[in-house]
Antibody
Framework: QVQLVQSGAEVKKPGASVKVSCKAS????????IHWVRQAPGQGLEWMGW????????NYAEKFQGRVTMTGDTSIKTAYMELSRLTSDDTAIYYC?????????????WGQGTLVTVSS | DIQMTQSPSSLSASVGDRVTITCRAS??????LHWYQQTPGKAPKLLIY???NLPSGVPSRFSGSGSGTDFTLTISSLQPEDFVSYYC?????????FGQGTKVEVK
């Protein structure tokens, strides 16, 4: 079965960077885009961007341009999301999610989420 | 960016009730509208994709309709596990955007 397993919780200081991993199993990693979505405490869902693991192509939300980098390692079927210059506003749960089908834009499979806390 | 407006933000209902949640887009998104259900402390779950399609395993009491700018999510008979939050999302234009969410509470 399809599974996305994310790395554990992180605590970072303002100005630092964080890199969250998302290990995929149960399907052809290069066949489906991976999206990253975050959720601040008590808030709604915010789309950050996606990566095509096959081509390495990415598309980031304008809000995160220059601060976010999404990559993939096909040898270990793992996607990564790195966010730099962290502030307290970046405290959130970060989710990776796989699209429903290769030509779909809805996300059927989700990781368990990674809590990133930014605090001095 | 396309703005997605959900209504209501919260609602109170009872087990067995029929519930409808509305999502309105700031411009036409054809049928690129998806609904997610989120239980506290859990990742979102895809409930409806492309406005009216149910992924495998989603109970038939959930249904979606609409196209263009106006969409609805209907739960025909609320079950105890349905008292959680629901989000709509458009993927017609990048960036994909979510509605602010609707929390379904026990009356």
């Amino acid at each position: 079965q399809v599974q996305l397993v994310q790395s554990g919780a992180e605590v970072k200081k303002p100005g630092a960077s964080v890199k969250v991993s998302c290990k995929a199993s149960g399907y052809t990693f290069t066949g489906y885009s991976i999206h990253w979505v975050r959720q601040a405490p008590g808030q709604g869902l915010e789309w950050m961007g996606w990566i095509n693991p096959n081509s390495g192509g990415t598309n980031y939300a304008e809000k995160f341009q220059g601060r976010v980098t999404m990559t993939g390692d096909t040898s270990i079927k793992t996607a990564y999301m790195e966010l730099s210059r962290l502030t307290s506003d970046d405290t959130a749960i970060y989710y990776c999610a796989r699209v429903h089908s290769p030509d779909s834009s809805s996300c059927l499979h989700w990781g368990q989420g990674t809590l990133v806390t930014v605090s001095s | 960016d396309i703005q997605m407006t959900q209504s209501p933000s919260s609602l109170s209902a009872s087990v067995g009730d029929r519930v409808t949640i509305t999502c309105r887009a700031s411009q036409s998104i054809t049928s690129y509208l998806h609904w997610y259900q989120q239980t506290p402390g859990k990742a979102p779950k895809l409930l409806i994709y492309a406005a009216s399609n149910l992924p495998s395993g989603v109970p038939s009491r959930f249904s979606g309709s609409g196209s263009g700018t106006d969409f609805t999510l209907t739960i025909s008979s609320l079950q105890p596990e349905d008292f959680v939050s629901y989000y709509c999302q458009q993927t017609y234009r990048t960036p994909p955007t979510f509605g602010q969410g609707t929390k379904v509470e026990v009356k």
